[in-house]
């Protein structure tokens, strides 16, 4: 786990960004059954030029390379743009990787059986409707960062600066999970949703 507070000059506690992407990546090869050549893939994110959409996008980057898929376009959300009307004008695709929660749960919204328009959806979500929309096969695959962890280590080290004056505060990166609709109903997916209710 990396600390980047050098870089930011703030301590952080958070997601691994560039293994959420990788772990998407990951998750397409995977589930690429027929393993044909020229499989596109599109990519929405969230804000450009965030930590967070830079770091998934290199991750999902380096986890096809070298894989029989091509990234045709990157989609960068923006509140209050309509997401499926921006995928439909866009190069048709094979998959959509989701790095947006609410780009994640508006295609889910508007897919059936995991595919919107032909593509199939994978997607980082941190909403209860991301988990509905898994369970009602909207998406194929869910990569969820863990945010009981994340709140609880930033409280965590807060209490070690107070209780320690000479303590220094430090940078955490997370796990994650990957959650299929077969997993929702095991013991430790409901335990690890329980924190999201």
């Known amino acids: 786990m990396a600390d980047d507070t050098e870089s930011t000059g703030f301590v952080?506690?958070?997601?691994?960004?560039?293994?959420?992407?990788?772990?998407?990546g990951r998750q397409i090869i995977k589930n690429d059954t027929d393993n044909q050549?020229?499989?596109?893939v599109g990519v929405i994110v969230g804000r450009a030029e965030t930590e967070a959409s830079v770091s998934r996008v290199k991750g999902l980057t380096d986890a096809l390379a070298g894989y029989n898929c091509e990234l045709v376009w990157t989609y960068n959300q923006n509140s209050g743009k309509d997401t499926c009307k921006a995928v439909d004008s866009l190069e048709a695709v094979d998959y959509i990787a989701a790095m947006d929660t609410?780009?994640?749960?508006?295609?889910?919204?508007?897919?059936?059986?995991?595919?919107?328009?032909?593509?199939?959806?994978?997607?980082?979500?941190?909403?209860?409707?991301?988990?509905a929309l898994?369970?009602?096969?909207?998406?194929?695959?869910?990569?969820?960062p863990?945010?009981?962890s994340i709140g609880y280590e930033s409280v965590n080290?807060?209490?070690?600066?107070?209780?320690?004056?000479?303590?220094?505060?430090?940078?955490?990166?997370?796990?994650i999970r990957v959650i299929y609709k077969d997993d929702l109903f095991s013991e430790e997916t409901e335990r690890f949703l329980y924190s999201y209710e």
């Open 12 to 24: 952080t506690i958070k997601p691994d960004n560039y293994q959420i992407g990788y772990t998407l």
């Open 37 to 40: 050549a020229g499989k596109k």
């Open 102 to 131: 609410e780009a994640l749960d508006t295609l889910g919204e508007n897919a059936e059986n995991g595919y919107y328009k032909g593509a199939e959806i994978y997607g980082v979500g941190t909403s209860m409707k991301s988990v």
């Open 134 to 144: 898994l369970d009602y096969n909207k998406i194929k695959c869910l990569v969820v």
């Open 146 to 148: 863990d945010g009981y």
């Open 157 to 175: 080290e807060i209490a070690k600066e107070l209780g320690r004056p000479l303590y220094t505060l430090k940078s955490h990166e997370e796990a």
